[in-house]
């Protein structure tokens, strides 16, 4: 199980967003992708921070309710960011997410960019998929 490594079953292609962008886009991206939460990103692909559905939906009931100005990500994003190296192990990422609590995590090179994001129901399926080829194995050898 130690051998699972985040790049066998990260998200390459995860919604990204950037600072200047306006908070209606990425709402609107969040909408279209489905996905929870993503990193922010400059013109380099280097990770500035993360945006949340979360931190949309609590600007946005400011936003309308209260009748505030329309934020940008920048405004609202959050830059403790923790991120994982695609040499990690799955194993020790599950057991931070329990511990930490996000539900995705960017993907980042050893120089800050973003190669992409990892998120629980990913780790679910490295799992998964450890478990089924324990059992095929298992199943073959009792064959035998």
Do not use: W
């Amino acid at each position: 199980m130690e051998s699972l490594k985040v790049q066998e079953y990260m998200n390459h292609y995860p919604v990204t967003f950037t600072v200047d962008m306006a908070l209606e886009e990425a709402s609107l991206r969040f909408l279209k992708t489905k996905q929870i939460g993503g990193p922010v990103i400059d013109n380099n692909f280097k990770l500035l921070g993360f945006l949340s559905e979360s931190d949309v939906l609590a600007k946005m009931i400011d936003t309308i309710y209260y009748n505030e100005h329309i934020a940008h990500v920048a405004d609202i994003m959050r830059k403790d960011v923790l991120s994982v190296k695609p040499y990690d192990s799955i194993l020790e990422l599950a057991q931070n997410m329990l511990k930490d609590k996000p539900k995705v995590y960017p993907v980042i090179d050893d120089d800050g960019n973003l190669l992409g994001t990892i998120c629980r129901n990913e780790v679910l399926q490295a799992f998964d998929r450890h478990r089924r080829a324990h059992l095929a194995k298992n199943l073959a050898h009792a064959a035998r």
